[in-house]
């Protein structure tokens, strides 16, 4: 009974302010701050959601194992594809932003994160050619306690997907859509952190933000990285 309250609780908290809040599981903090000595994901140094030595773990190449995950299961991946791999697992280990979309029955999981359609395709032509032999890595595998085991033959991403939409839509199973807005979507970036004031704020803000943190905008090149709130505020 009283856990079911702290849920409730907790879900209450969460709908008001879920920024103060991180996902559950193994590598989650339970609130997002700052973290020294990051030696991967430094996006999210600043306000983390997982603990510094989780990005030890992603700081070789190749990475073999994260949490008894095997990442080489159909043999080392290549540097372009690994690097997308780890910026998805940054994020969902270690990005406070990823609370917004909590799964309602899974509380270590996401759902229906927005991606953008950009970085779904850049994702695609990063491991084209790499084998996989499961079309969602969160269920398609015999797990046993030396981790994660194929079930089918390995293939190339090419095979198993067949554009970048099919890849962010079904390989971390129903953790992402890609966004319709070139606007109001995730690339694993800086000007995230901008963009999602807008994806949340979705009803009462119209024509003004849509220039401000639209993600094309953010991205012109004019920006000097990683100034926090200054930037195009003052056009
Ligand atoms: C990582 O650091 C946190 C906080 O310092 C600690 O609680 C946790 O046990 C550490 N994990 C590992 C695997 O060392
Ligand atoms: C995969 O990487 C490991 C670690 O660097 C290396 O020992 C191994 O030979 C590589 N495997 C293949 C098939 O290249
Ligand atoms: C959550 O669980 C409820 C009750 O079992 C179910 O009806 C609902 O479809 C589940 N939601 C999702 C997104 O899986
Ligand atoms: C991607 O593949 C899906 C599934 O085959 C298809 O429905 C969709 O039209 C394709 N999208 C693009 C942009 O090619």
């Known amino acids: 009974m009283k856990l079911a309250l702290v849920i409730l609780v907790a879900g209450y908290f969460c709908a008001v ?8 599981g193994p590598n989650h903090k339970a609130f ?30 190749p990475v073999i194992e994260v949490d008894n995950y095997y990442w ?40 229906h994160i927005p991606l953008c359609h950009s970085f779904c395709d850049s994702w695609f032509e990063a491991c084209k050619s790499d084998l996989v032999c499961a079309r969602n890595w969160i269920s ?6 030396n ?7 390995c293939i190339p991403f090419h095979e198993m997907y067949a554009n970048g939409t099919d890849l962010c839509q079904s390989a971390w199973g129903e953790s992402f859509v890609v966004s319709s807005s070139p606007c109001r979507c995730l690339d694993m ?31 012109k090149p004019k920006d000097k990285e990683g100034e926090g709130e200054e930037g195009e505020e003052g056009r």
């Not at 000595?37 to 190449?61: H, P, R, V």
């Not at 290549?78 to 270690?94: G, I, N, P, R, V």
């Open 17 to 24: 302010s879920c920024h103060h809040s991180c996902l559950q």
């Open 32 to 61: 997002p701050g700052p973290e020294i000595g990051f030696q991967e994901c430094f996006l999210y140094a600043e306000d983390s959601c997982c603990y510094a030595n989780f990005t030890e773990k992603l700081a070789q190449s």
């Open 72 to 111: 080489n299961r159909c043999g080392n991946l290549s540097k372009s594809c690994e690097d997308y791999m780890k910026k998805l697992e940054c994020f969902y280990q270690c990005s406070p932003m990823t609370a917004h979309w909590v799964h309602p029955n899974v509380s270590d999981a996401v759902q």
């Open 140 to 145: 398609d595998w015999i797990i046993d306690e």
């Open 147 to 153: 981790g994660n085991h194929c079930k089918n033959d």
């Open 189 to 219: 970036t800086e000007t995230d952190k901008k963009v999602i004031k807008y994806i949340l704020d979705d009803d009462h803000s119209e024509e003004s933000s849509e220039k401000k943190d639209c993600k094309p905008g953010l991205q």
